[in-house]
């Protein structure tokens, strides 16, 4: 089978194209026919070494395939040739066939793509997750959501927005602002125009935000901080500027403010009923129409190198899929 395999930590050169034996399903798994497979900024960050606890080369990488099952291993019972799934996998995806837990599969609904299903298990579940179980969302919270545009951003937009609180949202181009507005974000502020601290204390008449989901770190992490309301709540989930985001306790101590640290991968090991809770409700979202997958961009599985200079040059919005 074709396979994409990172040689060594590095650019985006060193994903290449292999040749692998087709993988057999041991117990308590099953094989998938992949359709389609997500990327995550979580896979260019393994691929630099730049990922805690990451793999080491050589490896496949991938968190999320979609697809069909093939066959099943010992012990599957709820699970059978060509059922239409989607798994969230420790790695393994960008691959024609994968194998997968048969408790991380989740069903793909015929009204989804396969591409679309590929961008569910880790956006919509960090969202979700960031958003009610750390963020403590209420309905009236004015939320600001970074990289509104990006796959955990679109999904965030549009779960703030259906629960009723006021969305602000960043992006760094008009096209990736109408996005994020047609999602349900109330507020799109353009960072490379605007301080978005400024401009979000502005908007809230100096009261602040209530709540603040950061993915990217660094210093906006740490004007997300200055942008909070006393006893609010910035769940960082990630850090795709490379920098972690660092905070002066004494600004937390004297401003009432918290941090939370949300990591899907690690949640899901230690809780992974608390994490899995959250699937039904949004899956039956996404089978109404209350919710969308925003796929971007599609690359084929030989172009994975593309895909992730594409999202490193940070020149896409939703979701980006591979299609074997």
């Given at each position: 089978?074709l396979a994409i395999e990172v040689t060594e930590?590095?650019?985006?050169?060193?994903?290449?194209?292999?040749?692998?034996?087709?993988?057999?399903?041991?117990?308590?798994?099953?094989?998938?026919?992949?359709?389609?497979?997500?990327?995550?900024?979580?896979?260019?960050?393994?691929?630099?070494?730049?990922?805690?606890?990451?793999?080491?080369?050589?490896?496949?990488?991938?968190?999320?395939?979609?697809?069909?099952?093939?066959?099943?291993?010992?012990?599957?019972?709820?699970?059978?040739?060509?059922?239409?799934?989607?798994?969230?996998?420790?790695?393994?995806?960008?691959?024609?066939?994968?194998?997968?837990?048969?408790?991380?599969?989740?069903?793909?609904?015929?009204?989804?793509?396969?591409?679309?299903?590929?961008?569910?298990?880790?956006?919509?579940?960090?969202?979700?997750?960031?958003?009610?179980?750390?963020?403590?969302?209420?309905?009236?919270?004015?939320?600001?959501?970074?990289?509104?545009?990006?796959?955990?951003?679109?999904?965030?937009?549009?779960?703030?927005?259906?629960?009723?609180?006021?969305v602000y949202g960043t992006a760094s181009t008009?096209?990736?602002?109408?996005?994020?507005?047609?999602?349900?974000?109330?507020?799109?502020?353009?960072?490379?125009?605007?301080?978005?601290?400024?401009?979000?204390?502005?908007?809230?008449?100096?009261?602040?935000?209530?709540?603040?989901?950061?993915?990217?770190?660094?210093?906006?992490?740490?004007?997300?901080?200055?942008?909070?309301?006393?006893?609010?709540?910035?769940?960082?989930?990630?850090?795709?500027?490379?920098?972690?985001?660092?905070?002066?306790?004494?600004?937390?101590?004297?401003?009432?403010?918290?941090?939370?640290?949300?990591?899907?991968?690690?949640?899901?090991?230690?809780?992974?009923?608390?994490?899995?809770?959250?699937?039904?409700?949004?899956?039956?979202?996404?089978?109404?129409?209350?919710?969308?997958?925003?796929?971007?961009?599609?690359?084929?599985?030989?172009?994975?190198?593309?895909?992730?200079?594409?999202?490193?040059?940070?020149?896409?919005?939703?979701?980006?899929?591979?299609?074997?």
């Amino acid at each position: 089978m074709l396979a994409i395999e990172v040689t060594e930590f590095g650019d985006d050169s060193v994903l290449e194209e292999v040749e692998r034996d087709r993988p057999e399903p041991g117990p308590g798994e099953v094989l998938l026919d992949v359709e389609a497979v997500g990327v995550n900024f979580a896979d260019v960050m393994q691929r630099r070494g730049h990922y805690h606890g990451g793999p080491e080369p050589p490896y496949v990488p991938g968190m999320e395939a979609a697809g069909t099952v093939e066959a099943t291993g010992a012990g599957v019972e709820d699970r059978e040739a060509g059922d239409r799934v989607v798994a969230m996998l420790d790695g393994g995806a960008y691959a024609e066939y994968a194998t997968a837990p048969a408790q991380a599969l989740f069903d793909v609904p015929e009204s989804i793509s396969f591409a679309e299903a590929a961008g569910f298990p880790v956006q919509f579940l960090t969202a979700y997750l960031c958003l009610h179980d750390w963020g403590e969302l209420d309905e009236d919270d004015d939320v600001l959501v970074q990289a509104a545009a990006g796959g955990v951003g679109t999904a965030a937009t549009q779960l703030a927005s259906h629960h009723g609180a006021e969305v602000y949202g960043t992006a760094s181009t008009s096209e990736k602002l109408e996005l994020a507005e047609r999602l349900g974000c109330d507020h799109p502020i353009n960072y490379t125009e605007t301080d978005f601290a400024e401009e979000t204390d502005d908007l809230t008449d100096g009261d602040g935000l209530d709540l603040i989901l950061d993915g990217v770190g660094g210093d906006t992490f740490r004007e997300s901080v200055d942008a909070l309301a006393p006893f609010g709540t910035i769940v960082a989930y990630g850090a795709a500027s490379g920098e972690p985001g660092t905070v002066d306790t004494a600004t937390l101590l004297f401003g009432n403010k918290s941090v939370e640290g949300f990591h899907l991968g690690r949640a899901t090991q230690l809780d992974p009923e608390r994490v899995f809770a959250a699937v039904p409700e949004l899956s039956a979202m996404l089978a109404s129409g209350d919710l969308e997958v925003v796929v971007g961009q599609t690359f084929a599985l030989a172009d994975a190198a593309d895909a992730h200079r594409a999202l490193e040059n940070r020149e896409t919005t939703g979701k980006v899929v591979l299609e074997p």
